[in-house]
């Protein structure tokens, strides 16, 4: 009953945070005032003169708008991954320039590299296997790095629940709850979502997967994380017609 109630309360948390984003009152057309923006708020001038202050960790998406992240509520939705989605939202809060494996370690001391280090480490304690530790990293880069478009990286992780014969129900209507509000471009994920959804999925997947089958998924995300670090997925994604057309779906033009 315990679990239970926590798990509706994570959800109710994750609904809260996504509705709050979209009721902040911010109107079509409003103009950001530049000098009032901090890491955790923003305020808006409407069309009416009204102003609006959007109070929640925030990002700019592809698009430029800056959006509320709401991603760290899988992590109380499954407080298991809250140490992954806490070290996904340091990387949304205070990440810098640096993109791909190489950058951040060069520059040897980043949020990116935290994240390196971090989930592995993690990892390797949740799961007490090496081979273990591995799955989950890889699941959680590559999920991360399918977080470029509105919805692409919740697709990506309902599709893997399928694959993997199930996921966490707590974690799977997270993502149905927030996946209205990231189609629409009120809400972003961030680090913090799309890194803990695919811990999530890694870890189911250790559950499920053993010997040659967990070697070759480990050997396929290590071929995604490897074109990722040299080519963006989302470009190979919309370079295909039939994966551009379902990655479209409920998706903003």
Not at 95 to 107: C, D, Q, T, V, Y
Request: proline share 6%; aromatic share 4%.
């Amino acid at each position: 009953m315990h679990r239970r109630l926590l798990l509706l309360a994570a959800l109710a948390a994750s609904h809260v945070l996504a509705a709050a984003a979209q009721a902040g009152g911010v109107q079509p057309g409003a103009l950001e005032l530049p000098g009032k923006r901090s890491a955790t708020s923003s305020t808006y001038l409407n069309p009416d003169g009204s102003y609006t202050a959007v109070v929640a960790p925030q990002a700019v998406n592809y698009r430029g708008l800056r959006l509320p992240l709401v991603g760290a509520a899988v992590g109380l939705a499954i407080p298991a991954v809250a140490p992954v989605a806490a070290i996904g939202l340091a990387d949304d809060l205070w990440s810098g320039p640096e993109r791909g494996f190489g950058a951040h370690l060069r520059a040897r001391v980043t949020t990116g590299t935290l994240k390196l280090v971090g989930i592995p480490l993690w990892a390797l304690w949740r799961t007490r296997s090496p081979s273990g530790a591995v799955l989950v990293a890889l699941c959680a880069n590559v999920l991360n790095q399918l977080d470029t478009r509105p919805g692409r990286a919740l697709k990506a992780f309902l599709l893997g629940s399928l694959l993997v014969r199930g996921a966490p129900r707590g974690a799977v209507a997270a993502a149905v709850l927030l996946a209205p509000y990231d189609h629409r471009e009120m809400t972003m994920l961030g680090d913090a979502g799309s890194n803990a959804l695919g811990a999530v999925l890694g870890l189911h997947s250790v559950r499920r997967l053993s010997g040659p089958r967990r070697i070759g998924a480990i050997g396929a995300l290590a071929v995604l994380t490897v074109v990722a670090d040299r080519r963006s997925l989302g470009e190979l994604i919309e370079s295909t017609p039939v994966l551009s057309s379902l990655d479209a779906l409920g998706r903003q033009p």
